[in-house]
């Protein structure tokens, strides 16, 4: 890393990722740098005032913002933190997504290094009316930080970044003081199956770390990607695509009282928040991939669940335009029918799922412009084919549903993880190398059979080519020769930073087996 002290912009709002608490290293230099600033900055007296001796000392939240700042240095020197200044936000006592006892205590922190220069900041807004957006302080490294960090030569591959954080998360909706809807974690008391899956979450998580994952014709491990939706609409979101995003954690939606029957879906791997298009080019240990789904997952379910024989490969396809006057050609109408039918799914009435579809459309798309009635012709066109599914929708089932798509994807997941062979989970979609396919698709075959008692259909995507070839010999149907064709993976040029990532991965890997 070069010095562009001077050169960098001013901190803008957008080009930011939020504050990461469980980052951590043991690393000379970074223990050499806490220390020192430690003591220059004043922090070593928040830890000699007061009678109570709290869980974690003033000196590891100044490491820990210093690995967040330093990672995201390497990463896009531009890149600000998100950090909550607000107390209520930090809370230790108690808390399961707060093992590292991260104190309100990071704030005054945070302050000292912005007293002596090391840190500046572009000051949030909290919207108390409700109408309005609030955003959270954003800091990013000074000149003179910049300066200590280009002296490290601790690489991102040297840092843990998930130290004890929670895996197993238990997620509510509900609404504040002001009506707004919000989503908090809850506290809950661990049962055999949330050990269970911890643990195999755990195994999951120590194979991708020893995995490179990473796409090679990037120049750097950042994607950048256009919002099209909701307020932040027209922004552009930095997905870090290196070793810091790539921890992977469930979500089950409710309350304990739900028995944990509701969501458990993956999350957290940068896999799942680039864009669909990018998602084929994911090399894995260097090898090219394929990805593999489900076709028409959820509405399958119901047609099971309702005693259908075999899955439908296509139910969205309703073969005849319902709107040809709004929608003009079948493919927009099948991905209209997709989007409302999940939505249906999902929601607890029509209108709810009507207004659903439209918020979730782009700006501009003629989705936005279909009315209630309209939509409601295009529920009608699908239920005209499937009646049995009638009264399954608008019941939001959805949570149910993906309870157990997750049950799916946790046994493929453990599958490949006890083989040591790395699969990524995008829900209902799977990622490997592209000479596992077949494997994937046989386990994806068995695992739909083992929860739902039906095989259902699949569908395969990669970055491939057809290449013809002639065979003959002396193979029972082949004695008189015939034109094949067979699939191999395209090739993705390295970049030369996607080169140097490689090597410094596998150079820490090796360390690592010595």
Same mark, same amino acid.
């Given at each position: 890393?070069?010095?562009e002290?001077?050169?960098?912009?001013?901190?803008?709002r957008?080009?930011?990722?939020?504050?990461?608490?469980?980052?951590?290293?043991? $690393?000379?230099?970074?223990?050499?740098l806490t220390?020192?600033?430690?003591?220059?900055?004043?922090?070593d007296?928040?830890?000699k005032?007061?009678?109570r001796?709290p869980k974690?000392k003033?000196y590891?939240?100044?490491?820990?913002l210093?690995?967040?700042l330093?990672?995201?240095?390497?990463?896009d020197p531009?890149?600000?933190i998100?950090m909550?200044?607000r107390?209520?936000?930090?809370?230790?006592?108690?808390?399961r997504?707060n093992q590292? +006892?991260?104190?309100?205590?990071?704030i005054?922190?945070?302050?000292?290094?912005?007293?002596n220069?090391?840190?500046?900041?572009l000051?949030? #807004?909290?919207?108390?009316t409700?109408a309005?957006?609030?955003y959270?302080?954003?800091?990013?490294?000074?000149?003179?930080?910049r300066?200590?960090f280009?002296?490290?030569?601790?690489?991102?591959y040297d840092?843990?970044? $998930?130290?004890k954080r929670?895996? &197993?998360?238990l997620? *509510? @909706?509900?609404?504040?003081?002001?009506?707004?809807k919000?989503?908090? %974690?809850?506290?809950?008391?661990?049962?055999? #199956?949330?050990?269970?899956?911890r643990?195999?979450?755990?195994?999951?998580?120590n194979?991708?770390?020893r995995t +490179?994952?990473?796409?090679?014709?990037?120049?750097?491990?950042?994607?950048?990607?256009?919002?099209?939706?909701?307020?932040?609409?027209?922004?552009t979101?930095f997905?870090s695509i290196?070793?810091d995003?790539?921890?992977?954690?469930r979500v089950f939606?409710?309350?304990? *009282?739900?028995n944990?029957?509701?969501g458990?879906?993956?999350?957290?791997?940068w896999w799942?928040?680039?864009p669909?298009?990018?998602?084929?080019?994911?090399y894995?240990?260097?090898?090219?991939?394929?990805?593999?789904? #489900?076709k028409?997952?959820?509405?399958?379910?119901?047609?099971? *669940?309702?005693g259908?024989?075999?899955?439908v490969?296509d139910?969205?396809?309703?073969?005849?335009?319902i709107?040809?006057? @709004?929608?003009?050609?079948?493919?927009?109408?099948?991905? #209209?029918?997709?989007?409302?039918?999940?939505m249906?799914?999902?929601?607890d009435?029509a209108?709810?799922?009507f207004a659903?579809?439209?918020?979730?459309?782009?700006k501009g798309? &003629?989705?936005?412009s279909?009315?209630?009635?309209?939509?409601?012709?295009?529920l009608?066109?699908?239920?005209?084919?499937?009646?049995e599914?009638?009264?399954?929708?608008n019941t939001?089932r959805?949570?149910?549903?993906?309870n157990?798509?997750? &049950?799916?994807?946790?046994?493929?997941?453990?599958?490949f993880t006890q083989?040591?062979?790395?699969?990524?989970?995008?829900?209902?979609?799977?990622?490997?190398?592209?000479?596992?396919?077949d494997?994937?698709?046989?386990?994806? $075959?068995?695992?739909?059979?083992?929860?739902?008692?039906?095989?259902?259909?699949?569908d395969?995507?990669?970055n491939?080519?057809?290449?013809?070839?002639y065979?003959?010999g002396?193979?029972?149907?082949?004695e008189?020769?015939?034109?094949q064709?067979?699939?191999l993976?395209?090739?993705v040029?390295?970049? *030369?930073?996607?080169?140097?990532?490689? %090597?410094?991965?596998s150079?820490?890997?090796?360390?690592?087996?010595?």
């Amino acid at each position: 890393m070069t010095a562009e002290d001077d050169t960098l912009p001013k901190i803008d709002r957008w080009r930011s990722v939020l504050l990461d608490v469980h980052k951590w290293s043991d $690393h000379a230099e970074i223990k050499d740098l806490t220390d020192r600033l430690y003591s220059e900055c004043g922090i070593d007296a928040f830890d000699k005032s007061g009678n109570r001796k709290p869980k974690r000392k003033a000196y590891d939240m100044l490491r820990i913002l210093l690995l967040d700042l330093y990672v995201n240095w390497l990463k896009d020197p531009s890149l600000a933190i998100g950090m909550s200044m607000r107390k209520p936000d930090y809370k230790v006592k108690g808390s399961r997504y707060n093992q590292l +006892f991260i104190s309100d205590r990071i704030i005054d922190v945070e302050k000292s290094l912005e007293t002596n220069d090391y840190v500046e900041k572009l000051q949030g #807004y909290n919207d108390k009316t409700g109408a309005g957006q609030s955003y959270s302080t954003r800091i990013r490294h000074t000149s003179k930080l910049r300066a200590a960090f280009e002296k490290l030569t601790i690489d991102a591959y040297d840092i843990s970044y $998930h130290e004890k954080r929670e895996t &197993i998360i238990l997620r *509510e @909706k509900y609404e504040d003081e002001t009506k707004s809807k919000k989503v908090r %974690n809850l506290e809950y008391e661990d049962t055999d #199956y949330t050990n269970t899956i911890r643990d195999q979450l755990t195994t999951y998580n120590n194979l991708l770390k020893r995995t +490179f994952i990473d796409i090679p014709s990037l120049h750097d491990p950042i994607v950048k990607r256009l919002i099209t939706k909701g307020k932040r609409a027209g922004q552009t979101q930095f997905i870090s695509i290196g070793p810091d995003n790539k921890h992977v954690h469930r979500v089950f939606n409710g309350t304990e *009282e739900d028995n944990w029957t509701k969501g458990g879906r993956f999350y957290g791997g940068w896999w799942l928040q680039i864009p669909r298009d990018m998602r084929k080019d994911i090399y894995l240990n260097d090898k090219p991939t394929v990805e593999v789904d #489900y076709k028409a997952l959820h509405p399958n379910f119901l047609l099971i *669940e309702m005693g259908s024989d075999t899955s439908v490969i296509d139910p969205y396809d309703l073969e005849s335009l319902i709107l040809p006057e @709004k929608v003009p050609d079948l493919e927009m109408q099948r991905a #209209y029918v997709k989007s409302l039918i999940l939505m249906a799914i999902n929601a607890d009435s029509a209108s709810l799922a009507f207004a659903a579809f439209r918020n979730d459309a782009k700006k501009g798309e &003629i989705a936005r412009s279909l009315t209630n009635v309209q939509l409601q012709k295009l529920l009608d066109g699908f239920t005209d084919r499937f009646p049995e599914l009638k009264d399954a929708l608008n019941t939001g089932r959805a949570l149910q549903l993906m309870n157990k798509d997750s &049950i799916i994807a946790n046994m493929v997941i453990n599958h490949f993880t006890q083989k040591g062979i790395p699969v990524l989970c995008i829900h209902d979609s799977f990622i490997i190398q592209h000479d596992k396919q077949d494997e994937l698709k046989q386990v994806l $075959h068995n695992a739909s059979v083992q929860v739902t008692g039906k095989g259902i259909e699949q569908d395969s995507k990669s970055n491939e080519k057809k290449i013809k070839t002639y065979v003959q010999g002396n193979i029972r149907g082949f004695e008189e020769g015939r034109t094949q064709y067979i699939k191999l993976p395209n090739k993705v040029a390295p970049t *030369e930073q996607y080169i140097l990532r490689k %090597n410094k991965f596998s150079k820490w890997l090796s360390l690592q087996d010595d």
